[in-house]
């Protein structure tokens, strides 16, 4: 039994890469609309930003991770003037 087994046996699944870049897109997305809106005062745009970077640690479905951070992202597209 290999280290990979090992650990699926303990209930312990890896992401798939679609879940890894969709991940690190969106939260490069919050982390450029958070900088935003700390220097534009825009507080709806900072939080949606945190949002954005810290969502995916509670979502373990990569569908539910994209459709999350599609939504979210549409929301800073119109938040950002």
């Given amino acids: ?5 090992q650990l699926q046996s303990l209930g312990l699944v890896l992401p798939t890469p679609t879940y ?8 490069l997305v919050g982390w450029l609309s958070f900088r935003r809106g700390r220097k534009s005062q ?23 991770l994209w459709l999350l951070g599609t ?4 929301w800073v597209y119109f938040c950002w003037e």
């Fill in 1 to 5: 039994m290999n280290a990979f087994e």
């Fill in 20 to 27: 890894i870049v969709g991940a690190i897109l969106f939260g």
């Fill in 42 to 64: 825009h507080s709806q745009l900072t939080w949606v930003g945190l949002a954005l970077m810290f969502y995916p640690y509670a979502v373990a479905q990569t569908w539910l």
């Fill in 71 to 74: 939504a979210l992202s549409v």
